[in-house]
Structure formats: C-alpha cells, structure tokens
C-alpha cells in the first residue's frame, strides 16, 4: 500500500527558509510526476511546482522555490526561501504514477509569521 509522508513545516518568520520532504513507502514503483500543492483556509487547494518531464512552477513560486527528487528513493523536496506571511497553508505532497490515480500525503504546516 503506497503511502506519502510530508515532513519539515513548521514556524518561520517572513525572510526565512524552510525545506519540506516527502517520502514514498509501500512501492517499489516510481512516480511519474511528484510535486508539491498546497491550501490555506477558505482557498483551493493550488500547485506549487511539479516535477516529471519538465519542471513546473507556480508563478508566485518561481525564483523563490527549488523542488527536487531523489527518484531512486520517490522522495521530493521543496526548498522555501524568502517566505512570506501568504505563503501560510497546509503543504500536500503529490505523486502519480504512469497510468495511474493520483496519490497524496496528510499534509503538513508551513506558518509564515513574525
């Protein structure tokens, strides 16, 4: 049974860094594509950046965030730099493999406060 476990939120002020991880359990498969999504109260949920054949990024991701995977493990990492208060949601781990359905983690809180 595949599961995703996020890890790495927490409490940060406004300028800081964190980096999130997720890891894959259960499978000996690879993802196709894994990347991060995230939700603040009230809003949809939203992509962050994905990565499978291309990278992609979220306009208010680019130029702060860097997602990266160790494939031979199915992990993803989300490195967070110059956080803001708006960056504040519940984090989710996304994976899918070929052909498949999509899979996600429990989540995990980024608060970006001072």
């Known amino acids: 049974q595949v599961q995703l476990v996020e890890s790495g939120g927490g409490l940060v002020q406004p300028g800081g860094s964190l980096t999130l991880s997720c890891a894959t359990s259960g499978s000996i498969f690879r993802f196709y594509v894994m990347g991060w999504y995230r939700q603040a109260p009230g809003n949809q949920r939203e992509l962050v950046a994905t990565?499978?054949?291309?990278?992609n990024y979220a306009d208010f991701a680019k130029g702060r965030f860097i997602i990266s995977r160790d494939n031979a493990k199915n992990t993803v990492f989300l490195r967070m730099d110059s956080l803001k208060p708006e960056d504040t949601a519940v984090y989710y781990c996304?994976?899918?493999?070929?052909?498949?359905?999509?899979?996600w983690g429990q989540g995990t809180q980024v608060t970006v406060s001072s």
């Open positions: 990565s499978g054949g291309i990278t």
């Open positions: 996304y994976g899918k493999k070929f052909g498949s359905v999509d899979y």
